[in-house]
Each structure stands twice: as C-alpha cells, then as structure tokens.
C-alpha cells in the first residue's frame, strides 16, 4: 500500500462518493479536485456543471477559479449565470452538489461568511455564492471539508447554508427539495446524517484515524456509529489520477 | 445610440461619486482598466456592484471609492481572500464599508429583474439562512396558486454598469462570448452603461445566439484592448492566474499596496 | 440520456391519452411529423398546449385528438382562421374544445416558471383585460418592496414536450438555432420530452451559445429529416407559404379536411 | 396626385407617424406593412422588433408571419421569445408598438378574441398574443385598422387590450407604463385621444372622407376635433414604396 497524505484520501473518498451520479455542480476548492477525480477514475461520463454557467465542462487541468477559460472551451454549453441557477440547478436538475466551508456544525449547516460577530467581524470571509442554494436544491449534497475544533463547530458563527437546519423536519419545513447532505468527508472520517436525528454521524475513520482523534477536532460531542468501518485505502490508480491531475494544473490545486 | 468615447471621458461624463455602479464579468471579461480609470479619477461614495467582487473590487476598495458593497461571494478565487476587502470590512481601512450580501441566484436575479422592468424577482433561495436578516433587498412572497413561500428579491437598477467586451462595430453594437455572466442583465437593467472592448470590427461574426447589445442599449464604448487583464477575454487573452496568486501577497499589506496603486494607477494620469 | 427511436415508437412510448402535450416552435421548427404521428395512433383527451396553434393544432384538435387547448395566438399567420380551431370552439366539432387562454408573454413565463422548478411566474400583463378573468391560470401577487400588484401566472409543467430540432449528436445532444421561441423552457419544463431532428451529425458546429438541450434533458430522439413541412428549419428548409395559404381552402370544409387527413395522415400508417 | 386606395393611405399615413422613432414592436398585417413601409421612406435605421424574438429585422419583402425566416436571417440577433418580452417589451425598451384588431371602441380598447359572447362565439378570432402587453408597455402605441360599425363599435364583444380602458386615469390605475394609443388610423381618417377624457377624436379626415362618412362607420357617438384638418395625400414617392414593397411579397402583404 502506498504512503498517502490525509487530504489524499479526504479527496478521493469524496470522489467514489460520485459514483453512479450522472451530474455534479462543483464548488471551487476541494469538491473540484473530487469531482475532476472521478470523473478521471470511474465517471467519465460525469457531467460538471459550474455557476459560471459551464455545462458539461472537461478540464484537463484542476480550474483556478470556476470561470476559467478552460471550463469554457471544454463545456457542452455555457449559460448565463440567471440560467445556471433557475433553469439548471432550482429545479434540482444536477444530482449531487459538491461544497466546502469554513465552519459546519452537527446538522452540517455550513458558514462561509464570517468568523466572529457580522458587524465586528474577526475574519471576513468570502460569502454565500452558490452554496445555500446548491445545498437546497441538489437532490443530494456531498461536503469536503479539513476537521478541527475551529471547523467542526458546536455553534456556527453565521449559518450561511443549510444543511438539515435544526434537525428533523426542518428541510421540509423550510421548502427544501433536496435530502440534503448526504455524506460529509473530511481528512480524518466520513460522516453520515443520523436517519431519525439528521446528525452528523461519524460512520467511517481513514486509516491511521482514531474516534478519540476525530472527538477531539470536533466541536460537538460527536455521535459515533455501531456500524464504524475503516475507509478503503486509496488504490495505487487513485493515488496516480489524482496526483496526474495536481501535477497536470499550474495552479494551486485547493483552496 | 452609443458614442464612441476614450476611456477616461467616458468615466469623466458617466460615473458619478455617489453612483450605483455595477461592473459585472464573471471571472471572464472583467472590467479592471474601467476600473482603474474610476480610481484615478477619484470617484467617491459608490456604491459597487458585482457578484464576485474579485481584484477590482479591492482595488476600488483599497483606494477609498466605495461606501458600499452589493455582492455575493468576495473572495479571491482560487487563491484566498481579498485583503483589501477584508480590512476594510474588519478595520474601516480606508474607512467603513457597508455591505448588501446576497447569493449569486439571489443577486443574479435582481438584475434580471432590473432588466424585466419588475420591481422584484422570485426564487427558491435563502431559506433558514442568516443571510436573508441581513440584507434589506431580501424578502418573501407567497405563491397564489400554491400556497408556497418563496424569496423575493428587489430589482437592482444600477446607475450605471461597466462591462468589458471582445467586439464594438462601428454602429456601436456589442457582442461578447464565452463564460457571459450578467452582463446582459446589467446593462439592461442600469440607466447608464460603458462598455470597453478588444476590437472595433467592421462585421460581427455572423454568430446571432451570442450576447448581442444593440447601440441603442449601450452609452458609451471606449475601444481598451486588453482592458480585462488580469482577468480575460475568450478568444483574445489567457486570464494571468500568477497575477492572482501575486496579489494576495501585494494586497496584504497597505503600503505595499498603495505603492501598487501610486506606480500602477495613479501615475498613468500624470503620464497623459 | 436519450434514446433514439423511429418516431412511431416515440409516440407509442411517451404520448399517452389524457396528456398535457406542448408543442413547439414559433413558425419556426413546428413538429408537424410528430403532431401526424399522435393523430395516427389516435390519442384521444389530450390538452395541447402552443403558443401559437398554428396548423398543427388545427391538424389534431380536427382530428379529434384533443379535449383542452392552452395557447396566447390561435389564427393562420398572415392568412386568416384556423378553421378546425374555429369548427371546434363554435360549433363543438368533432366535439367540444376547452380553452386555457393566455397572451404571449404570460404563457411563456408559464413555461419559464416549469422550467425554473418555481410555481409561478410574476410579469406586467392582463391588467384591465377579459383575458385575466377566462383563466384559473391567471392571478395577482403584490411586490413585498414596492406595493405594486403585479400578474402571477402558474407554472405549466407538461407531460411531454415535442419539439423539432435541426440536429442531435451520436449522443443524444440537440441544438437548434434561429429563431428558438420557448424551444428550451417547454422541454425543460416537462416531464417527458420527444425531438425529431433535420439530422444526426458527429460533432456540433462550434457555437455554444446556440440553444443546446444536453441529452440527459431529452427523453427521446427521432431522425426525421423536413419532419417540421410546411414550416421550416433555417439552414435546411424554406417555409412553405402556399401550404399554409391552401390550408385556408382545405380546412374549411369538414369533408375536404377528413379526405386531406385520411389520404395525408391515416394512409401512411396502412404503407407501414 | 397619384390615384390612391384607401388601404394605401392608410398605410402610409400609419408610416409618417413612425418619424423620428427609434424602435418598433410589429404585429403582422397592417401595422407589418406601415413599419416596413416606413423604414423604407424616412426612417431607415428603424428599428423592427417581432414577437418571435427578431431585433433589427430588415426585411426585403414583407414577411407572412412574425416568424418568417427572412426576419431571422436579416436581424441584428435573435432571442427567445421569454427573452423579447421580459427583457425587451415589458420595460419600455421599445419606442413604438403597431396593433391592428377587429373591434376597437371610443377608449381604444381592443377585441382580437371573439364576435358573440366568448362562450357561445359568432366568430372565434386568434385571441391575445402579444397585443395585452404591446399595449401596455411601448412608450406609444400606433393603432391601424379598416373601418367599418363592425369594427369601430359602441361597446366591445371583449376586451382583449387594453388602450385608455374606461377613459382618464384608467391606465395609471392599472400600472401601466406606457402612454397608451397616441393615434389610431383607419382608411377614412386619424383619431387621436382627446387630451382631457381620452376619447379617440376624429382629427384628420383622408381626402375624399367626410365627417359624415366617418361618423356612419362609427358605433359610437363620434367626437371631432375643432381643428379637423385633411390628411396629406400620399405622395408619388411614398406610393411607389409601398406598391414596391408589396410587388417584392410573393407572400399576401395585408391580412
């Protein structure tokens, strides 16, 4: 088995996580480098869509930015920004989205907004762009994300997205017609939403990981599931993909 | 019709301090040399606009000629933040920033509704979110039909948007391609407009479903080949990502900074 | 993804009795083939839905395929009546017609609002009209910002959408061009969509801004080259104005048009 | 002075009021025929708009419907039809719009639904189309059509457009932007809205018309302006245009 870092398999482990789906709308950062990995290793079909309005884009290289001349050039078609958000992903047309934040809490509600109070802001962060919408409208809703108690938090600062609300009922209470996050990755653990309490629910460590390692870059007292596994090993091909796919890109790869 | 204007009368006799001024481009097609020429001429109090706020933003930012932000994800793409945008926002450097924050759907379609002449725009968005508290041009309707409680987001009427363009004929008719944005909605929906562009062309393409502004939509063009770097223009130029990558380190600092500007910007008008 | 299919099997498959079918094209593109196929395999109780019937619907409402017809412009462009249309509304024949009536606007923003997932739409029409007062279809919402009472129309979400398309690639992609009317809100609107295409190629030109259905929003695809005569696909047909000049003769008289649709329609079912 | 048909100075009538417009928004028939005429004669960078999303079409023959391919092919771009009127129409983009119909009364209402009542119809005509909002959103809205007491009725069979609806103040009171039918030509003479309560006042009779005639064609009980004038014949140019124009057609020019 090769020597892998953790961000290696918090990728690739969101990658398989796109298996079967037939259409993904990526955020920048993390979720890219998942999604052009699968579609690299076992969905070449995968269609990537992009709030720039690129549809069916086939980068060679890793996007520096979700509006780079190569996701045009390589798109099936380019819409409108007003088209890609009403036409293509309100009406839950792209299967899975694909998101990252800076602090999520146990119901996986993301805040990309602001560290701190909003008015004295510690750090301002970037902002909403897609997300709260991604996360409401894709049927389903992957999050890739580097854990620690600054990131997995017991209270957001802002909720900037949705994930389950405050649990139960809350995203059907809300109108949303996506199930939500379905899967949240991060470098030490996948996470899955509990059925009855829609929690966060550690259901898998990557190797090396322990449950007392993952408690401890939690924010939360961290629900753990009967059924815990171990995260396959990355493979050799998934090592080589996604490594072909940092060294083919210019640009910095994550976030 | 449009006139034919350079750039810098065009900013002289257009952009107002105290103006709402939409300068859209999503990551493609960025109006930064508009942009420099309105921090040159030391536009004050705007209100910006714009989705992505991006380097220009900081650059206008950082130069003190925003009182106010209308905007959706303000970051550096790619790269990390805005420096410029964050101390402004964390420390009132040069001086405070109001901010109007939005998604890109909920942004986007206040300019779609600018554009449809509506007052407001409908859509599925901010629902259980902090973001609808905070912003004034967020509310809700409900659906006659349904029943359903949705968004609703007020038209934004900029007073005057700036975009950059590969292509002006000589009737001034606009035509850009490739990754389009909202330009089409920002300049409909705005009572002014300016529009840079690569080339002066005798015949467009013959290419009818590209975004087409018809002389009459648009007031003014100034012919500013390579008036998006370091941003780009499909067809045209590659977008400088090692720009990017460079200003996050350039940005950090205030007198790094206003070096930048001083040599960059600024010297460029003692220089005409 | 799609599948390709022979158009009778499209039909077979996806046209079912008591469907809400739209079908588009604004003169341009009409599926005249597909509206012959559904009067072949005598689909019965449909609610039709066009902007502009056009003589396709004249063509299946005498026909006796339809029970509804949801349309904003029902008369032979540049000529006169639909007759059949007429012979239904006034006369009930071959049995009565209900009518869901809009204007233009309203009904493509119908389409627009299924397209969007949203389940109405707002816009500026019907005030001080009849037209508003026909329609359950039809009601009012009030802007949260301003006060202003505006039209709401309701989402329209076909069954299936039929459309012609000048071509699909190996795929299962479709573009068309010229001019494209509702085109791509009517197929995304629905539930099921069937498109008959001028032609099936390798690659597409390189214009991505021309309207692109990928093939995962297309349900089925039938090669049926001239499959929208007498109405026209720009860059392989004219239109065929005496067609549609002689259609005012022809559809008068009940005899004439059930000899037109036995010989024309019915009989190319029997050579199969 | 040339020997003229009332169609034909009607039409030309129709085309001098396009002077000094930039854009106009053309219904087919009639109001198809003047603009085109028009942009022939003294405004050749009038600007056509049709319904089917043609911007700028230049037409070298009359079209036979709003969809003609030689609108397409000879226009500046070409939208969606959501597009023409969301963007386009409904703000007031759009200097002019030209409407024909087959009822109008003293208001410049206008019927293009049904003769006899809508659910027991004598004659069932096409309906709406872009007419409602035509009406409502050009800054100034041109009326042409033949008249007759059929046509120029006391009360309408229903009211498909809106022009000064029940006279003063209706249109402000129904949110509409535009100023509503500033002129309305038939093949007798113009009428123009009296500027205090909005009735269409017969203002200029067409050589060979009398007041008598008029008031004969009219369901109503006519109003005439004080300063009645005679129409200007048309001249040899202007005839020439149009005979040329419709000789160009191989299509029927007027409906």
């Known amino acids: ?255 | 019709m449009a006139e034919f204007l350079t750039l810098q009368s065009a900013v002289a006799t257009y952009v107002h301090d105290g103006d709402v001024v939409a300068l859209e481009g999503f990551t493609h097609l960025i109006p930064f040399a508009a942009g420099h020429e309105i921090i040159r001429q030391r536009r004050r109090d705007l209100t910006l606009v714009r989705l992505t706020p991006d380097l220009i933003c900081d650059q206008l930012i950082g130069a003190g000629c925003a009182r106010k932000l209308v905007f959706s994800w303000g970051g550096n793409p790619g790269v990390g933040s805005l420096h410029r945008f964050r101390d402004a926002v964390e420390h009132d450097w040069p001086h405070a920033l109001e901010l109007d924050e939005h998604t890109h759907a909920g942004l986007a379609n206040r300019f779609v509704a600018g554009a449809s002449g509506l007052p407001f725009a409908v859509l599925r968005a901010y629902a259980g979110t902090d973001v609808a508290a905070q912003s004034s041009s967020i509310a809700s309707v409900t659906c006659p039909f349904t029943g359903e409680v949705l968004a609703a987001v007020a038209a934004l009427r900029p007073d005057v948007t700036v975009i950059h363009a590969q292509q002006a004929d000589r009737a001034g008719n606009v035509r850009l391609w490739g990754i389009t944005g909202v330009q089409k909605e920002s300049v409909l929906a705005a009572t002014r407009s300016i529009v840079t562009v690569e080339e002066i062309v005798d015949d467009f393409h013959d290419d009818r479903n590209a975004v087409f502004l018809p002389s009459w939509t648009v007031t003014a063009i100034a012919h500013v080949p390579g008036g998006c770097y370091p941003s780009y223009a499909a067809g045209y130029s590659e977008r400088d990502n090692d720009y990017y990558e460079a200003w996050d380190d350039l940005s950090r600092d205030r007198q790094v900074f206003e070096d930048w500007l001083e040599h960059q910007v600024y010297e460029q008008a003692r220089a005409r």
Chains 1, 4 share one sequence.
């Open chain 1, 1 to 255: 088995m090769s020597v892998f870092s953790t961000d290696e398999i918090m990728t690739i482990a969101a990658s398989r996580e796109l298996a079967g789906a037939r259409s993904c709308f990526v955020g920048i950062g993390l979720p890219s480098v998942a999604a052009n990995l699968a579609r690299s290793l076992h969905a070449p079909g995968l269609v990537l869509v992009y709030e720039s309005g690129t549809i069916g884009a086939k980068p060679t290289r890793l996007p520096l930015s979700i509006g780079d001349g190569e996701l045009a050039r390589t798109a099936d078609v380019v819409v409108s920004v007003p088209e890609i958000f009403n036409y293509w992903l309100q009406p839950g047309r792209i299967d899975v989205g694909m998101l990252s934040a800076a602090q999520i809490d146990r119901f996986a509600n993301l805040n990309t907004t602001v560290i701190g109070s909003y008015d004295q802001p510690e750090v301002r962060l970037p902002g909403a762009g897609g997300a709260p919408e991604i996360a409401s409208a894709c049927p389903r809703v992957i999050i890739v994300m580097r854990q620690s108690k600054k990131t997995f938090v017991d209270k957001l600062d802002y909720r900037t997205t949705v994930g389950f609300g405050d649990g139960a009922g809350a995203r059907s209470r809300l109108g949303m017609p996506g199930a939500g996050p379905c899967v949240l990755i991060s470098d030490l653990g996948i996470f899955r939403p509990d059925p009855r309490t829609f929690e966060m629910t550690l259901t898998a460590l990557h190797p090396g990981a322990t449950v007392m390692g993952v408690r401890d870059a939690t924010g939360w007292d961290l629900a753990v599931s009967g059924d815990l596994v171990e995260t396959l090993a990355p493979t050799d091909e998934e090592l080589e993909h996604l490594r072909r796919l940092h060294a083919n890109s210019k640009a910095k790869a994550t976030d």
